[in-house]
């Protein structure tokens, strides 16, 4: 029988890349602050560098990871179970 956690973790990947996907790049505002059109001064490009920077190398590597750890967890579970196993992680993890 299919493992219904495995398969819970498999829809939860896909909604999470579908989910990081999503997430606007910060190229725009990093290159409007400091030295673009946007706003131009010592003080933006400050900001630029203690704020935007600092968001953009981290946010998008912390969504990577996120996704490597839930691919980690359904890699874990095997694809099939016995009916009894299939029947407790539904019970214990609250599965259809």
């Known amino acids: 029988m299919a493992n219904p956690l495995r398969a ?3 829809d939860l990947l896909r909604q999470a890349r579908r989910a990081r996907g999503s ?5 725009g505002p990093l290159e409007a602050v ?3 059109q946007a706003w131009r ?3 933006a490009r400050r900001f630029r560098d203690n704020h935007l920077q ?3 190398s981290t946010l998008y590597s ?5 996704l490597e750890d839930i691919e980690a967890a359904r890699d874990a579970q095997p694809s099939m179970v ?6 407790a992680l539904r ?3 609250g599965l259809r």
């Open 8 to 10: 819970e973790l498999e």
């Open 23 to 27: 997430v606007p790049s910060m190229r």
């Open 34 to 36: 400091g030295d673009g």
């Open 41 to 43: 001064s010592p003080a």
């Open 54 to 56: 600092p968001v953009s």
């Open 62 to 66: 912390q969504l990577d990871r996120a």
């Open 82 to 87: 016995s009916p009894e196993r299939a029947d």
């Open 91 to 93: 019970a214990r993890y």
